[in-house]
């Protein structure tokens, strides 16, 4: 085992554990900035260039327990500009979920260099199945 | 194609059947991106597609289905039934309903059921009850009392509050109803036992 193996372990045991890929995608939409329930959804079909696609029963599930963690914070209720005037409530993420969000993507960096270690690359046979 | 308003109506009673508390946080904005979402295919001039409705209301269910398991895997439910008042007489009533209906189907001779019931919970000679019987017959019994006492809590609660009984005059009506049952249950069993217990001989 090398070093930054046993750094990464230290650094990502359970104080952050792996997040579900719905509270993963809605960290990384609000990370830009404050987002309503309808722009998450929107932003979250950009960051997954369409593949992931997620219902409001999924959306609003995830935040009720990203809200019980304290990974976002609910904003004040206000117009969107960009859409009609009802007044909708507005997602903002946290400190504790930005560092949710950091331990999840240097989870992904780091399967991802074990990923080019073993040569695994979207040609090679594992991807062919 | 659906009408939209049709599709908006039939979303917003499905959101009824999320957790009460749920709703309350969640159920104005899951109507609004509902139908942020028909606008967006309205603008796109794509249909609400039957499929798209589909999926948003499946979708929908699956979530509803999981805040309830959730909540029943975190004791909410039982809290729930403990500090509403509403949920405790339904709940206790609920109870009380498998004996009370049990009872009216042998004491009444209701066929096919008392049949069926008898063929069930009796062996073959048709006078032992039989194992399945037994359980089914404890499973009733205690359910009652298990019913009283959840309709009796949010009464007894009251009391303390210094509301007065009559706070919740349906809970306190159902476990008045729950106590008689019991009561006239406990009672009806001494009658009938008490020659055994006294030495009277052939009793059954």
């Known amino acids: 085992m090398s070093v930054t193996d046993i750094v990464w372990r230290m650094t990502t045991t359970n104080s952050n554990p792996p997040l579900t890929p719905a509270v993963f995608h809605i960290l990384l939409s609000l990370s830009s900035g404050e987002r309503h329930g309808y722009g998450i959804m929107k932003q979250v079909e950009v960051d997954s260039q369409g593949k992931v696609n997620m219902g409001a029963g999924t959306l609003y599930g995830s935040l009720k327990r990203m809200l019980d963690a304290g990974l976002v914070k609910e904003s004040d209720k206000r117009v969107d500009p960009e859409m009609d005037d009802e007044r909708r409530i507005y997602y903002r993420i946290t400190g504790v979920g930005k560092k949710a969000l ?11 260099g074990v990923a080019k270690k073993l040569r695994l690359f979207p040609e090679t046979f594992a991807y062919d199945v | 194609m659906f009408e939209q308003k049709t599709a908006r109506n039939i979303y917003k009673k499905i959101l009824a059947f999320y957790p009460q508390a749920f709703r309350e946080q ?10 942020d979402l028909c606008n967006e295919r309205k603008q796109q001039a794509k249909q609400t597609s039957f499929g798209f409705l589909l ?3 499946i979708e929908t269910f699956a979530g509803i289905l999981k805040e309830h398991l959730m909540n029943i895997k975190r004791g909410a439910a039982m809290e729930n039934i403990i500090t509403n008042h509403k949920s405790a007489a339904i709940v ?30 009796t062996e073959a000679d048709g006078h032992r009850i039989s194992t399945l ?14 019913g009283f006492v959840i309709s009796l809590v949010p009464v007894v609660r009251n009391v303390r509050a210094g509301d007065g009984l009559t706070a919740n005059p349906v809970n306190l009506l159902i476990a008045v109803a729950l106590f008689i049952f019991i009561a006239t249950l406990v009672i009806s069993f001494i009658i009938d ?6 030495g009277v001989p052939n009793c059954d």
């Open chain 1, 102 to 112: 950091a331990a999840e993507l240097e989870r992904y960096r780091h399967i991802v």
């Open chain 2, 193 to 198: 036992q008490y020659p055994c217990w006294i």
């Open chain 2, 92 to 121: 206790g009533f609920l109870l009380a309903m498998p004996l009370a209906i049990l009872l009216l189907i042998m004491v009444y001779d209701i066929e096919p059921l008392s049949s069926f019931f008898k063929a069930l919970t």
């Open chain 2, 133 to 146: 019987g037994r359980i089914l017959e404890a499973g009733a019994l205690l359910l009652l009392p298990l």
């Open chain 2, 26 to 35: 969640f159920g104005e904005s899951m109507e609004q991106t509902f139908n």
């Open chain 2, 55 to 57: 999926w948003m209301f």
